[in-house]
Structures are given as C-alpha cells and as structure tokens.
C-alpha cells in the first residue's frame, strides 16, 4: 500500500482532514481524534493524516494524567493489543486502525507503536514505520531488535545516513554483536545499491554534467549508467548472500533479500524457489507477509509475460487474454488456499469474493461477500458487490433493498457513498424507473458533476422533459 499525499486522497476525505485540522487548532482535541480517525479509516496510506492524529492523541492526553490514568489506559487496551495481533497476520490495514485506538487512549502505548510499526512494514509504509518506530527507539535505545528495524525504515524514507549512524553508536557500545555488525554492512550495500553512486552528483560535488553540452544525453548516458550499476551491484549482493547461506541456511532474511534482489532483476522463477525456501522454516511457515509476497512476485511475473509479448503479432489480443486468465486463475487458487487455511477470516472472504466477481463467478461471489459483511471493516464494500451480484442475476429488487440498507449507514457524502447511489441508479435504469433512477444520479451532481457519466445522464433527462 503507497503512502499517499494530500493531493493523491479523494476530496471528500481532503474536507474532513481539513475539519479535522481546524478542530485541532480550537483545541477540540476530542473531535479533532474522532475526524481524524475517519480519514484514516477511508486513506490508512495517507501520511500527513497520521501525523495530525498522532498530534491531536498527544495534545489531548495532556500532561499524561497520573498513575491511575495510565493504569487504566493500560487496562482499558490490553483487549485491542491481543486483537491487533491478530488483525496483523490477516489484515495490516485493519490491525494499524486497532492501534490507533490504543494510542487514542494512551499515545505513548509501547505495545500500539510496535503494532503500527509492524503493520507499516507490512505494508510497505516506510514513513508511517519511522513516526512510530522514533518512539521505541527514544524509550529503550537498548533494544537490538527496534534499533536495526529503525535503521532499515530509516533507509527507505531516504534517510541511510542517520541509519547509518544509530546502528553505528550500537554496535560501538557492542563491539562484540555480529548481528549489529551484519546489520550494519547489510544497511551500506542496501546504500550503494539504490544510491547507485550517484550520491556526489546529486548534492553538487561531481560535474559530469557540466561535462556535456547536451543535457538530454547526459540524463541518457546517467540513466544507462545506473541501470548497469544497479545490475551488477544486484548479482554481487545476491552471490555474497548465497555464500552466507552456506553456513546460515535457515537465515529467513538472507533468503528474502536473495527473493527480493531476483524480483528486481525479473527472474520471476529464482525468487520464487527463495520464497519457498522461506516458507520451509518455522518462521516463515506463519508468516502472513511471505505469503503475499509470493503472490505479489507471481503476479508481476504474470505481468512481465505480458510485456515480452509482441504487440505487433497478429495473436498479440488472444495470448495477452491467455495471460490475463491464467493470471486470473491462480489468484483465485492462491487465495483459496488462504481460506481454506483460515476459514474465518473474514477480510480473506472478501477478497475471494473480488475474484470471483472479476471471474463472472456470480453465485460463488455472492457466497463469499455474504459471509464477508460480517467483518465490520468489510460490512458496507461487501453489501455494495452483493447488491451488485443480485442485479447481474436481474434480481432487481433485492439488488435495491440491498444498496438502500447500505446507503443508510453512510453518513458521509464520501467516494463509497457515490458509488453505492450510482450502482442504485443504475438498477433502476435497469428496471425502467427513470423517475427514481435519476434521484439517485441527481444527489451525486449536486455535490460531484465530474462524477463518472452522471452529468451525461442528469442533463439528458432534464432536456428530454
């Protein structure tokens, strides 16, 4: 999941952020978690959202409140924590809201930090990790285990050189660690590899530009460069790891950054035999995010048959349709396995449901989404593909009872809102109901006439009458 800016978020949400930093600066602190926390809830990737919550979570616990404050903050979480672990394995996004409700009741909650932290890293929310992973850092330095997780999110948030020097100060008060010591030299190729040794250039010390007249060649020749460097840098790291494995064979992160160093250089299949190799140990075997790794590597695969295909060939149409269903296919064999490994994980449910339907699986979509609107964080998004699998089958009337019951637990004029009253309108269209049809398009155009094709349809109608 991309962190996102301001500007990537819809403007729905961008209005309640915004009613949420007003509150802020009237002190309304209480309002001001409570706005924030629905942004969060619609855009868990949106950066500048979190840091106003974790503001407003500050300013309004105050001073810290006393032993007997603290104490029942403490009570008062120990549920949400054993429930956030649980959210982590199957569902980041949902176990990073249970933590910000922990921290909702107490900010410096070391268990709610450590849980966003984890789930950040999951998915792949550098900046997010680093915001929490400073406060477990400042509160036990000491712990080996936070400090090399903060230096390497340190690190994918452009920031290697601090990194470097935390995990430099640690392995000086423990000169005797190896795994600091690994740590560390892991951090400066990691370094070397993005970096690409392009780092003196970019601050202004190289002038190898200056060099070139024409500064479009000198973007090319830099570009080639890289590539090249990056290349061999790659298979350097990948034959130094593989050597390690010698002697560490059961080393869960050499086997990953050997995975992840392949999938960069799209040998689909080596990475793949690494992730397995994972999945072999015992720590790999429970671990949630290889699972999805693997997924994720398979589906780039996928993807990258694709674009070795020749789109001049006369077949280009039929293989890149071939592809696109085997694609198909094995997600939705993958993610079985996943339900059939965890039955009751509702957030899995939902996601075979999607496939489903994408599949034209109608009656086996139905079956999943029905089950997946128990999970209140699935509730309304499940109701919305279920009315919609009732109208593909032309049950029009449960399609509307459907749609109308989801609507009324939306309070806000938000993104899924105006899809829920789309998807209605287009049912009565569908049933012949202009009248009751256009109602449904007429709200979205008074508050979004770039809507989809709702302006099309509004003004259409009135020039008809």
């Known amino acids: 999941m991309a962190e996102k800016s301001v500007n990537e978020i819809s403007r729905d949400v961008r209005q309640i952020f915004q009613k949420g930093n007003d509150a802020l600066t009237r002190e309304n602190y209480d309002y001001a978690v409570d706005l924030l926390m629905q942004v969060l809830e619609k855009e868990p990737g949106f950066y500048e959202g979190r840091k106003a919550l974790r503001l407003a979570q500050q300013r309004k616990a105050g001073g810290g409140g006393g032993f007997f404050k603290k104490a029942w903050s403490s009570a008062s979480s ?84 601090l990194a470097e020097r935390i995990l430099m100060e640690s ?19 990691r370094k070397t590899l993005h970096e690409g040794g392009y780092a003196a250039a970019e601050t202004g010390q190289a002038s190898y530009r200056d060099m070139l007249r024409n500064e479009q060649e000198a ?53 793949l035999e690494y992730y397995e190799k994972i999945t072999a140990t015992e720590a790999g075997a429970s671990d949630a995010s290889i699972a999805a790794a693997i997924a994720q590597t398979k589906s780039r695969q996928f993807d990258y048959q694709i674009e070795q295909l020749d789109a001049t060939a006369p077949d280009y149409t039929e293989r890149v349709a071939q592809v696109n269903a085997d694609k198909q296919a094995y997600r939705i064999a993958e993610c079985q396995k996943r339900v059939d490994k965890n039955p009751t994980d509702l957030a899995i449910r939902y996601e075979m449901g999607v496939l489903y339907f994408n599949a034209g699986k109608v009656n086996e979509a139905m079956a999943e989404f029905q089950k997946a609107k128990n999970n209140p964080n699935k509730k309304l998004a499940s109701m919305n593909y279920l009315a919609q699998c009732f109208a593909k089958k032309k049950m029009y009337p449960m399609a509307v009872n459907q749609f109308l019951e989801a609507i009324k637990e939306k309070q806000i004029f938000d993104e899924e809102k105006k899809d829920l009253v789309y998807n209605l309108g287009t049912v009565f269209e569908a049933m012949e109901k202009k009248k009751e049809s256009i109602e449904q398009f007429e709200q979205i155009y008074a508050v979004d006439i770039g809507y989809k094709d709702v302006a099309a349809k509004v003004d259409k109608y009135y020039s008809e009458q």
Request: hydrophobic share 40%; no cysteine; charged share 25%.
């Open 171 to 189: 392995s000086r008060l423990n000169p005797n660690d190896a795994e600091l010591h690994q740590a560390l030299k892991d951090l400066s190729a």
């Open 78 to 161: 120990s549920p949400l924590i054993a429930k956030g672990q649980l959210a982590l394995r199957r569902d980041p996004a949902e176990a990073l809201n249970i933590a910000e409700q922990i921290l909702n009741s107490d900010p410096t909650s070391t268990a709610g930090h450590k849980l966003i932290a984890e789930a950040a890293v999951a998915l792949d929310m550098p900046k997010t990790a680093v915001m929490s992973f400073d406060v477990l850092f400042k509160n036990n330095p000491k712990d080996k285990h936070t400090t090399i997780q903060y230096a390497n999110v340190l690190a994918e948030t452009n920031q290697a050189q």
């Open 219 to 271: 973007k090319s020749l830099e570009q080639a460069n890289r590539v090249q460097k990056t290349e061999d840098q790659a298979q350097n790291l990948i034959e130094e790891y593989t050597a390690r494995l010698k002697t560490e064979p059961n080393n869960v992160r050499l086997l990953r950054n050997i995975a992840e160093l392949y999938t960069q250089k799209k040998k689909f299949d080596l990475a």
